[in-house]
């Protein structure tokens, strides 16, 4: 039991001091620098069924304070009114840019095949893929440009603040948050050059051009699921420099809005985000066994002292989570085991999904 203690103190003491070191240090999207200068921008949406979220993405679009910009959105073979919505804003905005989707290629995925489509019609020096279920404030593009340009990025990407309005999104999205922030320095992926060290978010990702073409693009990673990931790792490897950020008061979304999208949609990248590797999969879920639910359960044994150690620590780093990242309190830090049981559950459908070799999501099989 000694051996336990030891171990989860150590990972704990990890956790906290990267969680501190983030909320001081970490880039922020809404902190950037003004523009050099005033490259021009395409934004780029693949859209498939959103017509609850399109019309407040593209409104936030257009409402940014920058000059050179276009936006281009790919209907994906939506079967309800995004295409017509998208129209009326084109009609009253012409940098509003929309083409309809080709039907999927072989190989591709559905999210990588409508961005690989928008790249081909963009025409600015700096692409940004965004989603559909994103919002922004109005200086998001410039402060975005200003940190690629004074800091001579190849790629930015930004973790957004994430809007929960039910109780499953507010315990288990806010796990999502904390698995970057507080497992990853975030300066590291600017200052190191191992591609393990590599993060982005396909929810805001701003590349170069020439960066973009220089890793061959959404083709390199076509059939991949996590290909936000897989994008900034061959960045490394290609000796572009990258920064991940965190999007708070800049970039907002609401991801999911019910249980079932919840638990499918984090299904769908979980085991991919340690490479589909079985043993640190499973290592990092016991560790978080051991680290942020055990102790709860320890209060009603011989190691209370222990106990309230480990969780004066959990909720540390959930209050400072919380503070930073605008995490909602009571879910995230009153029931944080209770989110990161339900988070576990999720990674073990996700394992379970990729022995089968496929996930239904958004009504497409999609392969691993």
């Given amino acids: 039991m000694i ?5 989860t103190l150590f990972f704990l003491a990890m956790v906290i001091s990267v969680t501190v070191f983030n909320a001081f ?7 950037g620098p003004r523009p050099v200068n005033f490259s021009p ?34 209907n994906d073979r939506s079967t309800d009114n995004t295409a017509q919505i998208v129209r009326e804003f084109s009609e009253k905005d012409n940098r509003i840019k929309l083409y309809e989707g080709k039907p999927l290629a072989k190989g591709w995925t559905g999210k990588n095949w409508a961005c690989f489509q928008g790249s081909e019609k963009a025409k600015g020096d700096i692409f940004i893929f965004t989603d559909a279920d994103n919002f922004h404030m109005p200086d998001t593009v410039s402060k975005t440009v200003g940190w690629i340009q004074n800091r001579r990025l190849g790629l ?11 109780l499953t999104e507010k315990l288990v999205v806010p796990v999502i948050d904390m698995l970057v922030y507080s497992l990853l320095p975030l300066w590291l992926t600017f200052y190191s050059k191992y591609p393990s060290l590599a993060a982005a978010n396909g929810q805001w990702l701003a590349i ?25 790792r061959l960045a490394k490897k290609s000796d ?44 990092l879920l016991g560790l978080f066994l051991l680290s942020f639910v055990l102790p709860y359960f320890l209060l009603f044994s011989p190691f209370v002292k222990i106990s309230l150690l480990m969780i004066t620590l959990n909720l540390l780093i959930r209050v400072i989570l919380n503070i930073k990242y605008r995490h909602p309190f009571w879910a995230s830090v009153v029931l944080h085991p209770v989110g990161i049981l339900l988070f576990i559950y999720i990674c073990l459908i996700s394992f379970i999904h990729y022995q089968k070799g496929h996930i239904l999501w958004k009504g497409r099989s999609v392969k691993y």
């Fill in 240 to 283: 572009i420099k990258i920064l991940t950020a965190a999007g708070t008061d800049s970039v907002m979304g609401r991801m999911y809005s019910n249980w079932h999208e919840v638990r499918d949609g984090f299904a769908k990248n979980a085991f991919g985000l340690v490479s589909y590797q079985t043993v640190p999969f499973f290592l």
């Fill in 25 to 31: 240090t970490a880039p922020m999207i809404a902190k």
């Fill in 3 to 7: 051996i336990v203690f030891f171990i």
């Fill in 41 to 74: 921008v395409s934004i780029i949406i693949p859209a498939r069924n959103e017509q609850n979220n399109i019309g407040s993405c593209l409104a936030s679009l257009c409402a940014q304070a920058y000059p050179d910009l276009e936006i281009i959105v790919i």
């Fill in 208 to 232: 170069t051009k020439n960066a973009y073409e220089k890793i061959g693009g959404h083709q390199a990673v076509r059939g991949q699921i996590v290909e936000d990931v897989e994008i900034s």
């Fill in 156 to 166: 930015l990407s930004a973790f957004p603040q994430q809007i929960c309005t039910t």
